[in-house]
């Protein structure tokens, strides 16, 4: 089971909601703002607390200590109230403040006013789409910040299976570092150099896109 943490959602759309159903399911503890009162009643059996508020009303967000929170997401869509919102939050010392962006100009505010990490989720999907698409070989992938993807690629090369990763040197060689590797049912979390590599592993690493790109194109054809 996952770390317990505290969250607070202000927003209950399209995007807040799945983000409350995912937490929950998690067995999370979840606080959920909106100012419709019928969102609030939907969503107040499945979080930990739900609460009728404007997300631009300071006085309301204060007396909820949003401060207190370890994750806020914001995902208001009126773009004047998101930005208030993220302002007022800053403001309270939340610990991290996750926003959703409507485009470019809006997300690019949003990180210049405090936003710790900002999504797109129509530009992020059709992104991931497109990248499985072109580089099959690559399991699952996650964009960490501007520089930096996880990947999980599974190692199908002869030239890469029953070597150690000190053989395979692939922080020099592909500028990635293997952050695990996954055998069958088995789950090494703090790879060794001396660790093995075997056909069918899979291995998390994390670099820029142009290195993973081209670490997947070798390790994982046969």
Known sequence: MANKNNYAVIGIGQFGSSVCETLAEAHQDILAIDKNEDVVNEYAN????????????????????????????????????????????????????????????HARVLEKIGADYVVRPERDM?????????HLNIANYLILNHELTLAEIEVKSPDFCEHTLKELNLRDTYQVNVIAIVSGEQVNKLPQADDMLHYGDHISVVGDVGSIQKLSSVIANE
Do not use: P, W
């Not at 059709?126 to 072109?134: D, G, I, K, N, T």
């Open 46 to 105: 499945m979080v930990t607390r739900a609460v009728i508020a404007d997300a631009q009303d300071e006085e309301a967000m204060r007396e909820l200590d949003l401060g207190s929170f370890d994750n806020v997401y914001i995902s208001v869509g009126n773009i004047q109230a998101s930005i208030m919102a993220t302002l007022i939050v800053k403001e309270l010392d939340a610990k991290n403040i996750i926003c959703k962006a409507e485009n470019e100009n």
């Open 126 to 134: 059709a992104r991931r789409m497109v990248f499985h698409q072109l």
